[in-house]
T-cell receptor, first 113, second 118 residues
Framework: AQSVTQLGSHVSVSEGALVLLRCNYS??????LFWYVQYPNQGLQLLLK??????LVKGINGFEAEFKKSETSFHLTKPSAHMSDAAEYFC???????????FGSGTKLNVKP | DGGITQSPKYLFRKEGQNVTLSCEQN?????MYWYRQDPGQGLRLIYY???????QKGDIAEGYSVSREKKESFPLTVTSAQKNPTAFYLC?????????????????FGQGTRLTVV
């Protein structure tokens, strides 16, 4: 069963526009949730994570995400896109009592001048 | 600086040859992981290790082998039994096994090794 679904393998926005990357998870127990960013031929860098506490999580580079249990979602947003945000973004979860990350298939963000 | 080092960054091998990818971390992390990345498929777990001298198969372990003789090292061998070895391989580590949970739960990734088999 798919644990993480990222809607849209490619998203294109104009510089200065809102960035919204969608992530939904399937889990009967609220998991730990993560967003990672990957630049070409590079490893993954953690943008932000939700483990416990406040459901609105702020990360690096102006990104934030909100954990919505009722919608089983953890969408990533940024108010104003910058050219340097062009990269591939991965949503991931750790399910309770499982010793691994479940990664989504990734969303490539293109930022147009 | 502390981090995870994968080497080499690019690796070319002939079909039928075994090849070993290096992963070293100086973060004093207990757990280490190997992932394979293919376009459009996200990351898939090959093997993981929670402590020295112990490792477990992930979702796609066939054709791969690992060892964990030292805390800081977790090399991956891609054997000739792996049918489609050409891929981008990522090594990661976490402070403790992910099942232990807690606010510090996260994984740190190396820069990857791109393996091409010709």
């Amino acid at each position: 069963a798919q644990s993480v679904t990222q809607l849209g393998s490619h998203v294109s926005v104009s510089e200065g526009a809102l960035v919204l990357l969608r992530c939904n998870y399937s889990s009967s127990v609220p998991p730990y949730l993560f967003w990672y960013v990957q630049y070409p031929n590079q490893g993954l860098q953690l943008l932000l994570k939700y483990t416990t506490g406040a459901t609105l999580v702020k990360g690096i580079n102006g990104f934030e995400a909100e954990f919505k249990k009722s919608e089983t979602s953890f969408h990533l947003t940024k108010p104003s896109a910058h050219m340097s945000d062009a990269a591939e973004y991965f949503c991931a979860v750790i399910k309770y009592n499982f010793n691994k990350f479940y990664f989504g298939s990734g969303t490539k963000l293109n930022v147009k001048p | 600086d502390g981090g995870i080092t994968q080497s080499p960054k690019y690796l070319f091998r002939k079909e039928g040859q075994n090849v070993t990818l290096s992963c070293e971390q100086n973060l004093n992390h207990d757990a280490m992981y190997w992932y394979r990345q293919d376009p459009g498929q996200g990351l898939r777990l090959i093997y993981y290790s929670q402590i020295v001298n112990d490792f477990q198969k992930g979702d796609i372990a066939e054709g791969y082998s690992v060892s964990r003789e030292k805390k800081e090292s977790f090399p991956l061998t891609v054997t000739s039994a792996q049918k489609n070895p050409t891929a981008f391989y990522l090594c990661a580590s976490s402070p403790k096994a992910l099942t232990q949970g807690g606010r510090n739960t996260e994984a740190f990734f190396g820069q990857g090794t791109r393996l091409t088999v010709v």
